[in-house]
T-cell receptor, first 110, second 115 residues
Framework: DGGITQSPKYLFRKEGQNVTLSCEQNLNHDAMYWYRQDPGQGLRLIYY???????QKGDIAEGYSVSREKKESFPLTVTSAQKNPTAFYLC?????????FGPGTRLTVL | KNQVEQSPQSLIILEGKNCTLQCNYTVSPFSNLRWYKQDTGRGPVSLTIMTFSENTKSNGRYTATLDADTKQSSLHITASQLSDSASYIC??????????????WGLGTSLAVNP
């Protein structure tokens, strides 16, 4: 998992509640990413950040928000506007062409 | 449309046997192709990254090949071990304007190595 931590590993929330997933890296990478993984689908990009205080929407940003106040941290908030939030969420950082992934957070909305 | 297709969807082999996983892509313009290994409930781990000019790349018992003309790649696993049981994902990077890249992810091949 190479210096990227995500917490918690499992998260349960009631429908309608916002929830924030943590992602921290000590690799000194500028770029960080959030992906969502669902059964039968490839990884889908939610948001990415190339540098502190800047981030861009990915392919499925609706219902999500992020911040990048520090180089090491890129938290993801799943809002109540996200229609289907139950999924496995993966954070990554990159150096050059290579991406390094965290262990993931499995979010279940009841 | 940029797409990455992997086959087979799943595979069961006996420990010690070899196997080959396939990846066909229609991504253009091509930047590079990556193979990842993902254990159940964990994040993907990079096995190899191949650029246009590379035909073969090895990482221990894993050997990836790339044919940029036919837009095909394969991942060969030699002398499989129980710990090779995982999903193997092919990812192709498309070159965009400026220095930007877009990753197109395959669905993966689920490999089970049985004793």
């Amino acid at each position: 998992d190479g210096g990227i931590t995500q917490s918690p590993k499992y998260l349960f929330r009631k429908e309608g509640q916002n929830v924030t997933l943590s992602c921290e890296q000590n690799l000194n990478h500028d770029a960080m990413y959030w992906y969502r993984q669902d059964p039968g689908q490839g990884l889908r990009l939610i948001y990415y950040s190339q540098i502190v205080n800047d981030f861009q929407k990915g392919d499925i940003a609706e219902g999500y928000s992020v911040s990048r106040e520090k180089k090491e941290s890129f938290p993801l908030t799943v809002t109540s506007a996200q229609k289907n939030p139950t999924a496995f969420y993966l954070c990554a950082s990159s150096r050059g062409n290579e991406q390094f992934f965290g262990p993931g957070t499995r979010l279940t909305v009841l | 449309k940029n797409q990455v297709e992997q086959s087979p969807q799943s595979l069961i082999i006996l420990e010690g046997k070899n196997c080959t996983l396939q990846c066909n892509y229609t991504v253009s313009p091509f930047s590079n192709l990556r193979w990842y290994k993902q254990d159940t409930g964990r994040g993907p781990v990079s096995l190899t990254i191949m650029t246009f000019s590379e035909n073969t790349k090895s990482n221990g018992r894993y050997t990836a090949t790339l044919d940029a003309d036919t837009k095909q790649s394969s991942l060969h696993i030699t002398a499989s071990q129980l710990s090779d049981s995982a999903s193997y994902i092919c990812v192709v990077s498309a070159r965009l304007a400026g220095n930007n890249r877009k990753l197109i992810w395959g669905l993966g091949t689920s490999l089970a190595v049985n004793p």
